[in-house]
């Protein structure tokens, strides 16, 4: 039976990716997008709707598929705000969540990242704390929490001191072994590949998926 997915953060870097993953697999029959902004030349089988994901509540009737993939987040530097920074990498992925329980969608993926504790003095940190645990709480039958570390892709707005750090990461990549091995980089595509594989082998025993487990389910599939 063909599938129906939804994807909030198809204009970033790894919601992208992930579009193009769907697009391609032949099992999935409709994608849904949820953003801001139109996306040029898509496939008949992708539907866009184009509002505010603050009010994401809107869209609740078409809010409806076989899986969510919340790919959604924002940046210090984007969204220097603290109360809108938390309204975007908190509220909207938690929304996403009560959505899709109450519209009974039975696998919901989340990317979160690598410091998430909801009891963390570091307000980022804090805040992705507080989304997985929004989103745990509304008890869907396959969630799956994705923990990247640094993530390296193309992206297509440039980040002078991301990339600076990239660049620095990617050299200390030899050193990172042992205990250390979760802090190397995270592709971008690797996570496109291992939220794709987790929602199609909903049998994972694993509901936080750690840096480390993201690059070995995507290279093992």
Same mark, same amino acid.
């Given at each position: 039976m063909?599938?129906?997915?939804?994807?909030?953060?198809?204009? @970033?870097?790894?919601?992208?990716?992930?579009l193009?993953k $769907? #697009?391609a697999?032949?099992?999935?029959? *409709?994608i &849904?997008?949820f953003? *801001?902004?139109?996306?040029?030349?898509l496939p008949?089988?992708v539907?866009?709707y184009?509002?505010?994901l603050?009010?994401?509540?809107?869209?609740i %009737? %078409?809010?409806t598929a076989?899986e969510?993939? =919340? =790919?959604?987040g924002?940046? &210090?530097? !984007?969204?220097?705000?603290?109360t809108l920074? !938390?309204?975007?990498?908190y @509220?909207?992925p938690?929304?996403?969540? +009560?959505?899709? +329980?109450?519209?009974?969608?039975p696998?919901?993926?989340v990317?979160?990242?690598?410091?998430?504790?909801k /009891?963390?003095s570091?307000?980022?940190?804090?805040v992705?704390?507080?989304?997985?645990?929004?989103?745990?709480n509304?008890? #869907?039958?396959n969630?799956?929490?994705? *923990?990247?570390?640094?993530?390296? @892709?193309?992206? +297509?707005e440039k *980040?002078l $001191?991301?990339?600076? @750090?990239l660049v620095?990461?990617?050299?200390?990549?030899?050193l990172?072994?042992g205990?250390?091995?979760?802090y190397?980089i995270?592709?971008?595509?690797?996570?496109?590949?291992?939220m794709?594989? $987790?929602?199609n /082998?909903?049998?994972q025993?694993?509901v936080i998926?750690t840096?480390t487990?993201?690059?070995?389910?995507?290279n093992?599939?």
């Amino acid at each position: 039976m063909k599938k129906t997915a939804i994807i909030l953060g198809a204009t @970033g870097l790894t919601g992208s990716i992930l579009l193009q993953k $769907l #697009i391609a697999d032949s099992s999935y029959e *409709r994608i &849904k997008l949820f953003s *801001r902004s139109k996306i040029a030349s898509l496939p008949e089988k992708v539907s866009q709707y184009i509002g505010d994901l603050l009010d994401l509540e809107q869209f609740i %009737d %078409d809010f409806t598929a076989d899986e969510v993939y =919340c =790919c959604i987040g924002t940046t &210090k530097k !984007k969204t220097p705000n603290k109360t809108l920074y !938390k309204q975007i990498d908190y @509220g909207i992925p938690v929304t996403a969540a +009560k959505m899709s +329980k109450e519209n009974n969608t039975p696998t919901f993926l989340v990317i979160s990242a690598m410091g998430a504790n909801k /009891n963390s003095s570091v307000f980022y940190n804090k805040v992705k704390g507080e989304m997985e645990e929004g989103i745990l709480n509304q008890n #869907i039958k396959n969630t799956y929490v994705l *923990r990247p570390s640094l993530i390296s @892709g193309p992206r +297509k707005e440039k *980040r002078l $001191l991301e990339d600076i @750090g990239l660049v620095v990461f990617k050299f200390l990549q030899p050193l990172f072994i042992g205990k250390l091995k979760k802090y190397k980089i995270t592709e971008a595509e690797n996570i496109a590949q291992a939220m794709l594989h $987790l929602a199609n /082998n909903t049998n994972q025993d694993e509901v936080i998926i750690t840096s480390t487990k993201i690059t070995e389910i995507a290279n093992n599939n």
